[in-house]
Every structure is written in C-alpha cells, then in structure tokens.
C-alpha cells in the first residue's frame, strides 16, 4: 500500500495550526478535529464530524477515522505518530 501522508507533511500541517491566533483557545479535541478537516483532501462540505469521536472525509484511502484513541495533540510526537498510523496502515 502506498503512503499517502508523509511524516514531514503531518508535521507541517501541526506547526501550521499551532501559528494561528485562534488555534490557541480551542480544546485540544477541537484541535484534533481541525488538523483532520485541514488535511481533508475533498469538498469542504464533504468532511463531516459525527459525535462522539468520529470524523468522515477523504485522508487518502481512509473515509472514516475514530479520535476515540487519539493521544494528546499538544504532544506532537505522539499525536503525529499516531496520525501517520492512522493514515498508512493496513488493517
């Protein structure tokens, strides 16, 4: 299966929300939530977050993808870690 989310790029995509002003306030599961819709790849109206953990959109092959086990996004290691797991592995 090829890679489709690079750990390079994930990390990109977290130093680039953590430098809006806004990013700051939000909790840290709003924060999860933002980095997914950001690295949504389709239609904004097509990523859709359904209570309690799960988030609906296009990450490469993955449609669906559960916060449920999600680590602490202020800890970039692990939540890009995780994040890069998500994305490239096969289940």
Not at 17 to 30: A, T, V
């Amino acid at each position: 299966m090829p890679i489709n989310n690079y750990l390079p790029a994930l990390e990109q995509v977290y130093e680039f929300l953590k430098e809006r002003p806004d990013f700051i306030s939000q909790s840290k599961f709003e924060k999860s939530v933002e980095y997914f819709k950001t690295l949504h790849e389709g239609d904004p109206q097509e990523f859709k977050f359904e209570a309690p953990h799960n988030l609906y959109g296009k990450f490469g092959p993955n449609r669906m993808l559960s916060l449920r086990l999600a680590p602490d996004f202020d800890n970039k290691s692990n939540f890009i870690k995780w994040v890069y797991s998500q994305l490239n592995d096969q289940f």
